[in-house]
């Protein structure tokens, strides 16, 4: 049971545009929630994060988008960079004293077109 | 220079030995944590630790096996008992087993067997 789903395996853009990746979740018990980025054969590194109090959390380029009544989030991506070609991890985790281990979805691989 | 440390980068092995992936962090973190990522997967969760001489089997734990005997070291065995073990091997360890924590990767040890 897939409880975290990016359903997008892959997405292309062109510099200087927008990226959006989407995320779904079907735990409304999860509270908090991750966007990770991994290029091949290095471990993931730490994006954005975002609380289910809030709706949205903006760093730099990146924002996060969060839909509690639709289980959704997404990660916007403004503006595009090649550098930013790598896959993509959304993860999703419970409150701590619930288990508080993060979820994975599937990876969205983002390639930047210059 | 504070970092996770994962060795090798690249393993093989012959099916049906058993092998040891290192993971070394000097972050000084209390938990430490071990994820297995099979292509169009998520990274799924073998095993966590959150003290030491202390862990808990993840999701996917049958055919591994942990030893948390000093604070910056947290090996996995992968034993013959595991039925599919090629895959991309991450360690990753956050200051607390608390997912409002960001969780630190490793670079990853890709384990092939023959």
């Known amino acids: 049971d897939q409880q975290v789903k990016q359903n997008s395996p892959s997405l292309s853009v062109q510099e200087g545009r927008i990226s959006i990746l989407n995320c779904d979740y079907t735990?409304?018990?999860?509270?908090?929630f991750l966007w990770y980025k991994k290029y091949p054969a290095e471990g993931p590194t730490f994006l954005i994060s975002?609380?289910?109090?809030?709706d949205k959390n903006e760093d730099g380029r990146f924002t996060v988008f969060l839909n509690k009544s639709a289980k959704h989030l997404s990660l916007h991506i403004v503006p595009s960079q090649p550098g930013d070609s790598a896959v993509y991890f959304c993860?999703?985790?419970?409150?701590?004293?619930?288990?508080?281990?993060?979820?994975f979805g599937q990876g969205t691989e983002l390639s930047v077109k210059p | 220079d504070g970092g996770i440390t994962q060795s090798p980068k690249y393993l093989f092995r012959k099916e049906g030995q058993n092998v040891t992936l290192s993971c070394e962090q000097n972050l000084n973190h209390d938990a430490m944590y071990w994820y297995r990522q099979d292509p169009g997967q998520g990274l799924r969760l073998i095993y966590y630790?959150?003290?030491?001489?202390?862990?808990q089997k993840g999701d996917i734990a049958e055919g591994y096996s942990v030893s948390r005997e000093k604070k910056e070291s947290f090996p996995l065995t992968v034993t013959s008992a595991q039925k599919n073990p090629t895959a991309f091997y991450l360690c990753?360890?956050?200051?607390?087993?608390?997912?409002?924590?960001?969780?630190?990767f490793g670079p990853g040890t890709r384990l092939t067997v023959l």
């Open positions: 630790s959150q003290i030491v001489n202390d862990f």
């Open positions: 993860a999703a985790s419970k409150p701590y004293n619930q288990g508080g281990k993060l979820i």
């Open positions: 975002i609380s289910s109090i809030k």
């Open positions: 990753a360890s956050s200051i607390r087993d608390n997912s409002y924590n960001e969780q630190f």
């Open positions: 735990n409304s018990m999860f509270d908090y």
